[in-house]
């Protein structure tokens, strides 16, 4: 299994950016609930956003109502929207499937989003 996370940049507070999760085989992408987790300088990894096989989504407090997770089974790709950016969502974003992260397993290299204030 591979995920290569894309989309990550430098953008002013207040900016957008978003950010793709490609799958390679392996993984049965249309059967795996999707995850996007964030690791801030000098703090642990946490989750930020969730999509199950059906479509439901969850979101951390910090982020709800700016980010949208979404996903397309065709392309096996994951998606994440991040509007209102802030200097907090600095971080280097990464995703998976939550068993496998909760394994420590199949950690791409993530993305890295840095917002200035």
């Known amino acids: 299994v591979q995920l290569v996370e894309s989309g990550g940049g430098l953008v002013q507070s207040g900016g957008s950016l978003r950010l793709s999760c490609a799958a390679t085989?392996?993984?049965?992408?249309?059967?795996?609930?999707m995850a996007w987790y964030r690791q801030a300088p000098g703090k642990g990894r946490e989750l930020v956003a969730q999509?199950?096989?059906?479509?439901?989504?969850t979101y951390a407090d910090s982020v709800k109502g700016r980010f949208a997770i979404s996903r397309d089974n065709t392309k096996k790709t994951l998606y994440l929207q991040m509007n209102n950016l802030m200097p907090e969502d600095t971080g280097v974003y990464y995703c998976?499937?939550?068993?496998?992260?909760?394994?420590?397993?199949?950690w791409g290299q993530g993305t890295l989003v840095t917002v200035s204030s």
């Open positions: 999509i199950t096989t059906k479509y439901l989504v």
């Open positions: 998976n499937a939550p068993p496998y992260a909760d394994q420590g397993r199949y």
């Open positions: 085989s392996g993984l049965i992408f249309s059967l795996s609930d």
